[in-house]
């Protein structure tokens, strides 16, 4: 079973852009779908973007659809989260996660990054 571990995270302007990673123990990374979720203050965590253990397909949630890319390098055990065009509603504490079965629901998580976007 993989550890998952998030760094990236800050403080940027409305506008700007961050680079969120991901690194993963463990030598079986290249065998789990991959996903991102997100945490804004006093809310739910939500999904924001996946991609599938090849890293050939991918899915985002509408709203960040255009702004955010996901991305992996298995060779480098890490996924990313390309975040442009940021916004204050973008704030919240971001986590990724894995899925342990193929198909199956985001069972392991990291610690999480906070990004905070300031208007």
């Known amino acids: 079973q993989v550890q998952l571990v998030e760094s990236g995270g800050g403080l940027v302007q409305a506008g700007g852009s961050l680079r969120l990673s991901c690194a993963a123990s463990g030598r079986t990374f290249s065998s789990y779908g991959m996903g991102w979720f997100r945490q804004p203050p006093g809310k739910e965590r939500k999904f924001v973007a996946s991609?599938?253990?090849?890293?050939?397909?991918?899915y985002y949630v509408d709203s960040v659809k255009g702004r955010f890319t996901i991305s992996r390098d298995n060779a480098k055990n890490t996924m990313y989260l390309r975040m442009n065009s940021l916004q204050p509603a973008d704030t919240a504490d971001y986590y990724c996660a894995a899925q342990s079965v193929v198909g199956g629901t985001f069972d392991i998580w990291g610690q999480g990054t906070q990004v905070t976007v300031s208007s």
């Open positions: 991609i599938s253990s090849s890293g050939r397909s991918t």
